[in-house]
């Protein structure tokens, strides 16, 4: 097997389109690694070598009439088991959806496609979505490459795991309450949640969703390297017509203001002395860069988070609530009934007062990034998590949840965040930090997360232990 499968997105696509190097070639040694670990971590549970090979000798084909190619032309990518692809079963880790058979593409993944990406396979995911962990009765229980005893994250673990490996150079996830940005942060990866309405999207395997999920559920990518995380939203970004709440909006926004808000404790959180000693760094970085960095206090979070909330489970109590029962998975059982304690049933009173509301606090969040453009805040108020705590107690699930206010809270008002990797300790504990900022201002927050980098730009695949 050679060693393609470790360069960047950015690396491969150059070496394609410039002959130096054949899209087969590289969808082989990325094949080579996803066989040679990921039975180690579970993370890639649809596999699709024939699919993929045929896709390479298709680019191959093109480049060799000299045809035009796409931006991502031959590299390895992988997809989540939540959204369809053609031919392939949408299980969203379920067994009652194994043979669900996406017979079109859901845009994003036809955004990939159409740029020339070779989707080598389908990652893992809870059941339903649901957690920041990633275990489900159907496809098993997805692994850190970095250290088997903390979570992957959820709900995109298995992407997170799989790209940290160097299975695929960029892999596609999904959020609604940090489903992107948590496993990034436990894999030691990159990863973005677009702005609500930048990334089409849309699953023809089921109706269209509820008002939670369509105003809240985003598509982004995860990488080792922010230009593959840049060039991942480029891609997925593009238009189509499919998805009504698409809006287009330019990919990057000018800004000369160069505040950054700093936040250790958002709401009163009770951040980990770890987590606030890697923002203080990252806020040293931006410092030394040229950007005033000013300790203030954010706008409250823990109202747009119980909001969130409420909308997150009026979508499960129309339908999907019965699923939970046949599906009879232990731990989405098990969640699911911690969220209805947090929540208790929510009537149509209570959802029509949270969209009301929600008007009123993303005004606030826009009065906020008038002065400073960027956020920067803990990803979660501790370290990645014991692996499987949140089923272990009630307590226990109340103790997550508590410490993932930022990653409930910011979907419902349809912010973009970018968790940028920092750092991995000694004991093989990644760290990092969440930048957040206006709808449509990702140019803002690639900005600062690559200052944070400095000269850190690609993070090396790990050897899954």
């Given at each position: 097997?050679?060693?393609?499968?470790?360069?960047?997105?950015?690396?491969?696509?150059?070496?394609?389109?410039?002959?130096?190097?054949?899209?087969?070639?590289?969808?082989?040694?990325?094949?080579?690694?996803?066989?040679?670990?990921?039975?180690?971590?579970?993370?890639?549970?649809?596999?699709?070598?024939?699919?993929?090979?045929?896709?390479?000798?298709?680019?191959?084909?093109?480049?060799?009439?000299?045809?035009?190619?796409?931006?991502?032309?031959?590299?390895?990518?992988?997809?989540?088991?939540?959204?369809?692809?053609?031919?392939?079963?949408?299980?969203?880790?379920?067994?009652?959806?194994?043979?669900?058979?996406?017979?079109?593409?859901?845009?994003?993944?036809?955004?990939?496609?159409?740029?020339?990406?070779?989707?080598?396979?389908?990652?893992?995911?809870?059941?339903?979505?649901?957690?920041?962990?990633?275990?489900?009765?159907?496809?098993?229980?997805?692994?850190?490459?970095?250290?088997?005893?903390?979570?992957?994250?959820?709900?995109?673990?298995?992407?997170?795991?799989?790209?940290?490996?160097?299975?695929?150079?960029?892999?596609?996830?999904?959020?609604?309450?940090?489903?992107?940005?948590?496993?990034?942060?436990?894999?030691?990866?990159?990863?973005?949640?677009?702005?609500?309405?930048?990334?089409?999207?849309?699953?023809?395997?089921?109706?269209?969703?509820?008002?939670?999920?369509?105003?809240?559920?985003?598509?982004?990518?995860?990488?080792?390297?922010?230009?593959?995380?840049?060039?991942?939203?480029?891609?997925?970004?593009?238009?189509?017509?499919?998805?009504?709440?698409?809006?287009?909006?330019?990919?990057y926004q000018p800004t000369n203001n160069k505040n950054v808000a700093l936040d250790l404790t958002p709401s009163g959180l009770n951040t980990d002395p770890a987590v606030k000693e890697a923002l203080q760094q990252a806020a040293q970085k931006l410092e030394?860069?040229?950007?005033?960095?000013?300790?203030?206090?954010?706008?409250?979070?823990?109202?747009?988070?119980?909001?969130?909330?409420?909308?997150?489970?009026?979508?499960?109590?129309?339908?999907?609530?019965?699923?939970?029962?046949?599906?009879?998975?232990?731990?989405?059982?098990?969640?699911?009934?911690?969220?209805?304690?947090?929540?208790?049933?929510?009537?149509?009173?209570?959802?029509?007062?949270?969209?009301?509301?929600?008007?009123?606090?993303?005004?606030?969040?826009?009065?906020?990034?008038?002065?400073?453009?960027?956020?920067?805040?803990?990803?979660?108020?501790?370290?990645?998590?014991?692996?499987?705590?949140?089923?272990?107690?009630?307590?226990?699930?109340?103790?997550?949840?508590?410490?993932?206010?930022?990653?409930?809270?910011?979907?419902?008002?349809?912010?973009?965040?970018?968790?940028?990797?920092?750092?991995?300790?000694?004991?093989?504990?990644?760290?990092?930090?969440?930048?957040?900022?206006?709808?449509?201002?990702?140019?803002?927050?690639?900005?600062?997360?690559?200052?944070?980098?400095?000269?850190?730009?690609?993070?090396?695949?790990?050897?899954?232990?």
């Open positions: 097997m050679s060693d393609l499968w470790k360069l960047t997105a950015v690396e491969i696509a150059d070496l394609v389109a410039s002959k130096k190097v054949t899209a087969t070639e590289v969808t082989q040694s990325a094949l080579g690694r996803l066989e040679a670990v990921n039975s180690r971590i579970n993370a890639v549970v649809q596999h699709m070598p024939d699919e993929a090979l045929a896709t390479a000798r298709q680019i191959d084909e093109k480049i060799a009439r000299n045809e035009p190619v796409g931006l991502m032309a031959g590299v390895p990518v992988t997809t989540k088991v939540n959204v369809d692809q053609s031919g392939f079963a949408t299980t969203n880790g379920l067994r009652l959806q194994e043979n669900l058979i996406a017979e079109q593409d859901n845009p994003v993944v036809a955004n990939l496609k159409n740029a020339d990406a070779v989707i080598i396979g389908r990652t893992n995911t809870p059941a339903f979505s649901l957690r920041w962990f990633c275990r489900n009765s159907l496809h098993g229980h997805t692994l850190n490459p970095h250290n088997n005893a903390i979570t992957p994250g959820g709900s995109s673990g298995g992407c997170a795991s799989a790209t940290a490996s160097g299975i695929g150079a960029i892999g596609h996830g999904t959020d609604i309450a940090g489903s992107i940005r948590y496993p990034a942060y436990a894999c030691g990866i990159h990863g973005i949640r677009p702005s609500f309405g930048r990334v089409p999207a849309v699953n023809f395997t089921a109706p269209d969703r509820h008002l939670g999920g369509q105003i809240m559920a985003v598509s982004g990518p995860l990488a080792r390297s922010m230009e593959d995380v840049k060039l991942g939203y480029e891609v997925m970004s593009a238009h189509n017509h499919l998805d009504p709440w698409w809006t287009p909006a330019p990919l030394d860069a040229g950007f005033n960095v000013e300790e203030v206090k954010s706008p409250d979070l823990r109202e747009a988070g119980s909001l969130q909330a409420i909308l997150w489970l009026a979508e499960f109590q129309q339908g999907t609530a019965d699923m939970v029962a046949k599906e009879n998975d232990e731990d989405a059982v098990f969640v699911y009934e911690q969220m209805l304690r947090h929540c208790g049933e929510v009537s149509l009173e209570r959802m029509m007062k949270a969209i009301q509301r929600r008007v009123g606090l993303i005004r606030e969040w826009n009065i906020f990034f008038e002065k400073y453009p960027v956020l920067l805040c803990p990803v979660s108020a501790k370290p990645p998590f014991e692996d499987l705590v949140d089923v272990r107690s009630p307590a226990d699930f109340d103790d997550v949840f508590e410490a993932q206010l930022l990653q409930i809270a910011t979907p419902f008002c349809g912010l973009p965040g970018l968790v940028v990797s920092t750092s991995i300790s000694e004991d093989n504990i990644p760290m990092g930090v969440q930048l957040v900022s206006a709808r449509f201002n990702e140019a803002a927050l690639f900005n600062a997360g690559s200052v944070i980098l400095g000269t850190h730009k690609t993070i090396a695949p790990v050897n899954p232990v």
